[in-house]
């Protein structure tokens, strides 16, 4: 079993930063993807950004030259530098993780507001 912890949403206005990061524990083996989906109110889940073992990464084009992934591998975390936050960016935030099956976190509430 995996668990993911994610932590750093909360509360920005529009143009601020957040950083998000997600901590998996448990029965890794090895670890192939670390990422992050959101969900907005009304909207379906969209894939924001990913980091695959070798180290190559996609963003969603919303977010390109904005947000930034990351990964601690000794740490088996994964970050996500928010920049230049707009109010579309409101949602909540998913980390998964791809390794002996696939894990989601619970979730963290990001609002881009003044």
């Known amino acids: 079993q995996v668990h993911l912890v994610e932590s750093g949403g909360g509360l920005v206005q529009p143009g601020g930063s957040l950083r998000l990061s997600c901590a998996a524990s448990?029965?890794?083996?090895?670890?192939?993807?670390m990422g992050w989906y959101r969900r907005a109110p009304g909207k379906q889940r969209e894939l924001v950004a990913h980091?695959?073992?070798?180290?190559?990464?996609y963003y969603a084009d919303s977010v390109k030259g904005r947000f930034t992934i990351s990964r601690d591998t000794a740490k088996n975390t994964v970050y996500l530098q928010m920049n230049s936050l707009k109010p579309e960016d409101t949602a909540v935030y998913f980390c998964?993780?791809?390794?002996?099956?696939?894990?989601w976190g619970q979730g963290t509430q990001v609002t881009v507001s003044s």
């Open positions: 998964y993780v791809v390794t002996n099956g696939g894990y």
């Open positions: 448990g029965s890794i083996f090895s670890i192939n993807v």
């Open positions: 980091i695959i073992s070798g180290g190559g990464t």
